[in-house]
């Protein structure tokens, strides 16, 4: 199985050049990857009904067969239909085509079909529009359906799965040792590979189907609790002096219970003499930047540097700023580090580090980079983990001796499903807002509505409050320039004169940006329009109004991390949601953010209404695309899965056992597109 990953898909028997490129932009470009491209769906035709009993209006499967050839009849605007009539011996049924002169040859009279479409019905007789059509003869019971693309369509798929089946070695080594499978009842690759694609029956899919997605899950869990294990190297890099307190003093504000206990559970991981790798999840607000302010100071008090890490250059520049200032006075030098730092700064900041005079590096992606060396690296904060993945994760601990590890992450999960995704990862909860934080009040309201909001915004720049608008991006290409620019001159020259308008978008240059946000954050704007850049960790108290324009766009999390932005201080707060979408689901989304503004709940809502597999896309985790396991419909098995795994690993840490040869593959297979992205 391993040698199909090495052969090219254009091996296959009518795959050229171009069917191979197709292949290509579905992810597939070798014969092993062709057998792991699972069917998105099926169609089930094993029980064909008689015409009489296929229910109007659903799809279905019916068995008869063609009374005459079809024939051919133009109507109006030069479509041509192609008509005939089938029976199944006890009724008729009509069928018609559109446009597809195929079907005189293809559908012969005398000939038995599985005709598989919708039924419609009237008085006289029941028919089928563009059904589709397999001899019954040859038909396969249970069908797959593939995801296609732009001339590469399921049938053709369907063809060349079949030849790369034909390919696979007989015996097949199975990677799920043969105790494991008996004990979990799994069947064979074999029988599982040979039936996801082309079941034999419903009962033969459900069993390839949890043999393929337990299999899946094992090698997800054995590589994230091997990355986990890291810890159980020892590290010289400890922390043992505690220098929490004297930070907490620091503070403007006295630290909620969360914050202290979080910032102690990872304390004690940064004393323990073993590398820390903690997951720290709070709510928006919840005030995740001063924990991680006080581990940087908990490091530079025990002689380490600390980096931090943050998704973007505005986050970046923010925590820059927090963290000096709490640092101020205590001796605690910290540097930035960014993508558009200035050269002559750069260079000073990156000789202060390598020194370790700079006892704490806050910056991008930049930080990744080879120049960056520090003396003595102790400890790596990322935040708001969910832009980042596993591997960047991996790449920035390459820079010190196993250095501690903290992730920060907004996106609130259940305890327990947070538990398996992040497997390599202990996990704290900020369960616990700083004091005096009133509910942000929520409304949904439609456009006609929105000079009303208006007239709100502006009282409240009256009293010396900010509001933020939010603009879609209208452009395909990401250029959301236009919709911001646009929106602002109507502000201010229509609906809002006299109020001082700030505009944030994409392609402004960084300092354009930082300009914009200081404006802002020192309350020299009353409103800034933009677009989702202030998603994610902006911190601006002073702002009490996020008014989001067409929030049907974006998903229950986001308005949940947009409307985050507000409610930060002690004032009143109020998140205008503007929509005309009518349909259900989006009132449904609103009504919940109107509902509720615990972050927990609206992960709960947002996987039930969007379903998992979006809420878990690998942009959300970092983690590998999975192809058929999904995390939250699947987690019985994934718990079962991650018990598996945890005992094969204190059997044979290294998976060298000649059993687990299999496996090792597997997980190297499925982590390969992380390693030095
Ligand atoms: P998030 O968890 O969303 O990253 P931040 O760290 O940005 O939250 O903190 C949100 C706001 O709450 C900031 O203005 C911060 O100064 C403030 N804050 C944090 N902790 C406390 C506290 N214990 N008491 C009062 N205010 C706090
Ligand atoms: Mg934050």
């Known amino acids: 199985m391993a040698s199909l990953y090495e052969k090219p898909i254009t091996e296959l028997r009518g795959v050229g050049e171009k069917r191979g490129k197709q292949f290509q932009r579905l992810g597939v470009p070798t014969v092993g990857d062709l057998i792991r491209f699972y069917p998105r769906a099926y169609q089930d035709l094993s029980r064909p009904l008689p015409i009489r009993q296929a229910p109007v209006g659903e799809l279905c499967a019916v068995r008869a067969t063609v009374l005459r050839r079809p024939a051919e009849t133009r109507v109006k605007g030069g479509a041509v239909l192609y008509k005939t009539t089938v029976t199944d011996g006890e009724s008729d049924m009509a069928l018609t085509f559109f446009n597809n002169p195929y079907v005189v040859n293809t559908l012969l009279e005398g000939e038995d079909y599985i005709f598989y479409g919708k039924v419609s019905a009237n008085f006289l007789k029941r028919e089928m529009l563009s059904p589709e059509y397999f001899p019954a003869s040859a038909c ?74 337990f299999e899946e899950l094992l090698v997800l869990q054995l590589g994230l ?130 020194e370790g005079s700079a006892a704490v590096a806050v910056g991008t992606h930049a930080l990744l980079s080879q120049e960056v060396v520090f003396r003595r690296l102790g400890l790596v904060v990322t935040d708001e983990q969910h832009r980042f993945g596993v591997a960047q994760r991996a790449a920035l601990a390459e820079k010190g001796d196993s250095p501690h590890l903290l992730v920060m992450s907004a996106t609130p999960i259940p305890r327990t499903l947070a538990l398996m995704i992040y497997g390599d990862l202990d996990l704290s909860v900020l369960d616990e807002l700083p004091p005096g934080r009133q509910p942000v009040a929520t409304y949904a309201i439609s456009g006609e509505k929105r000079l009303r909001a208006f007239r709100f915004i502006q009282k409240h720049a009256a009293m010396g409050k900010q509001s933020y608008i939010i603009c879609p991006m209208i452009d395909e290409a990401g250029d959301d320039r236009a919709s911001v620019t646009d929106y602002a001159k109507r502000l201010r020259e229509e609906w809002l004169p006299g109020l001082s308008i700030g505009e944030l978008h994409g392609r402004m240059k960084p300092g354009e940006k930082e300009a914009v946000m200081a404006a802002f954050a020192q309350g020299r704007l009353d409103v800034l329009v933009s677009t989702t850049v202030v998603e994610v960790g902006v911190d601006v108290p002073n702002a009490v109004i996020m008014m989001v324009e067409n929030a049907e766009r974006y998903g229950l999390s986001q308005l949940h991390q947009l409307r985050g932005r507000v409610g930060r201080g002690r004032d009143k707060s109020y998140c205008i949601l503007v929509t005309d979408a009518q349909n259900q689901e989006a009132q449904a989304r609103m009504q919940v953010l109107c509902a509720t503004n615990d972050g927990f709940q609206v992960a709960d809502q947002d996987l039930r209404l969007r379903g998992p597999g979006d809420f878990f896309g690998q942009r959300q985790h970092g983690l590998p695309e999975l192809k058929i396991a999904d995390m939250a419909q699947d987690m019985e098995v994934l718990r079962q899965a991650q018990a598996a795994a945890r005992q094969i690993l204190e059997e044979d840490f290294a998976l060298s056992l000649p059993e687990h040869r299999g496996l090792r593959g597997q997980v190297a297979l499925l982590f390969r597109g992380l390693e030095g992205s």
């Open 140 to 213: 396969l019971a249970i069908r797959p359906i593939y995801r296609q693309t732009q001339g590469l369509n399921s049938r053709a798929i369907l063809a060349a799965v079949k030849q790369a089946l034909a390919l696979l070695p007989r015996p097949m080594r199975d990677p799920i040792p043969q105790g494991l499978r008996q004990a979990q009842g799994l069947c064979s690759l074999a029988f599982a590979l040979e039936n996801i694609h082309l079941p034999s029956s419903q009962e033969a899919l459900a069993q390839a189907r949890r043999r393929l997605i």
């Open 225 to 354: 609790l091997k990355m986990k294990s890291r810890g159980k190297q020892r590290t010289s890099l400890t922390a043992p002096r505690d220098c929490l307190e004297e930070f907490w003093g620091l503070l403007p504000f006295a630290p909620t219970g969360a914050q202290r206990r979080a910032a102690a559970e990872a304390a004690a991981d940064m004393a323990s003499g073993f590398p820390m790798n903690r997951l720290v999840q709070g709510d928006v607000g919840s005030g995740k930047t001063a924990v991680a302010a006080a581990l940087c100071y908990q490091a530079a008090g025990n002689g380490l540097q600390a980096a931090l890490m943050a998704p973007t250059e505005l986050l970046a520049r923010q925590h820059y700023a927090t963290l000096s200032r709490f640092f101020q006075g205590a001796g605690v030098e910290t540097v930035l580090l960014t993508g558009s730092t200035p050269k002559k700064e750069k260079r000073q900041a990156l000789a202060r580090l390598a």
